[in-house]
């Protein structure tokens, strides 16, 4: 497609970053199973692995269906590039790998997918990283808990478990103001309800395992640069402004611009950590986005149905999800989702812990499984299965007490996922 910065979201999720097959003219991106890539000769061989020339050499670092992806997402988050990864947690940890180092640590909210707690708070000391967990609605807790030692900020702009939602543009300017990157996980709120570069992130995660597929079948990251960090400003960030030792002392900030962090996270990271995407699954995620807009239309509108259904219920003691006008994050969810609060909330059911489990039980059409952002819809009860290990303090503070589960409302009819939330509630709730 040629340059249109005035294309629609529609337009952009179906055509971004695609062309028709130089070779055989194919109109859809051809998957292209190959692990390596003729040189025209030896001169155009060197000047690809010295970086002066931009080509593909071997599937670990660039492929021509996964290059496809990773232009289409960075230009949906409106960002420069982006850098596509084996799952969301490779994600992660390939944001911070240019950040990071022994000492150094990262701000982060407490109100994070599960797993991501766990790789902050316990796998990334192994790198002598650590994360220092904080509540985001605190905003003096946050600029007071950003140290000398600080090297990025993280929080998720629809928040798990209960679709909490973060203000992103106070966040970002906390972080500017400490010269040190914002990172916002748009996995739960997806480009199509969020934007967070316009709220200031530097930097935007996905796990494109969820939404972005949306059909539940290849797990896949994404890190999208929005190109405008200055990692010269200050000695905070050496492996992108000082000399690399790995390209004859080439400094990634100075050479590449903008496109500093992208290109780090291909000739050093994708290159030496290896966490790379695979053609097939990008293939897949490729499919998925083309329909991405009108997806999350539908699970936004099925989730404001079902929470409003849910809330009026005298079965149910409470409802979390931001699109209701009883939730606290209502207002803030219209400046930083104007598009719907996404699909993810959790409710109580009265009759506790026993009650959660006979429901997730009863149920016919939501599947009781450890995912979310699929077309069909889920169901979780974080206290018996994700969150079993916590006291039920800990799960409290997590929004995952005892009598409270996860809902991720798919795209069925509403009138048939309420119905079957109706009869497991009348089995479960007896
Ligand atoms: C699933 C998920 C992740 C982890 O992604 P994987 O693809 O499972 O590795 C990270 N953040 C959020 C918000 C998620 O939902």
Sequence with gaps: ????????????????G??????TGARQTPIYQTTAYV???????????????VGYIYSRLTNPTVAVLQERIATLEGGVGAVCCSSGHAAQIMALFPLMAPGRNVVASTRLYGGTVTQFSQTIKRFGWSAKFVDFDDLDAVAAAIDDNTRAVFCEAIANPGGYITDVRAVADLADAAGVPLIVDNTTATPYLCRPIEHGATLVV??????????G????????DSGRFDWSASDKFPSLS??????????FHETFGPLAYTFHGIAIGLRDLGMTMNPQAAHYTLMGIETLSLRMERHVENAVKIAQWLEADPRIAYVTYAGLPSSPY?????????KGAG???????????????????SLEIFSHVANLGDTRSLIIHSASTTHRQLTPEQQKAAGAAPDVVRVSIGIEDADDLIADLNQALARAVA
Aim: one cysteine or more; a negative charge; proline letters at 6%.
């Design 18 to 23: 695609a062309r028709p097959d130089p070779a």
């Design 1 to 16: 497609m040629t340059d249109g910065p005035s294309y629609g979201f529609d337009t952009l999720q179906i055509h971004a």
């Design 330 to 338: 209502f207002d803030r969810a219209k400046t930083v989702c104007p």
């Design 242 to 251: 000082a000399p690399e030792p790995a390209y004859h002392g080439l400094r």
């Design 343 to 361: 699909a993810l909330f959790t409710f109580a059911v009265k009759g506790g812990y026993e009650a959660c489990v006979r429901l997730v039980d």
């Design 217 to 224: 079948t290849v797990t896949g990251g994404c890190v999208v």
């Design 206 to 215: 996905h796990s494109t395992t969820k939404y972005l597929t949306g059909n």
């Design 39 to 53: 040189f025209r000769d030896a001169e155009h061989a060197a000047a690809l692995f010295n970086l002066q020339e």
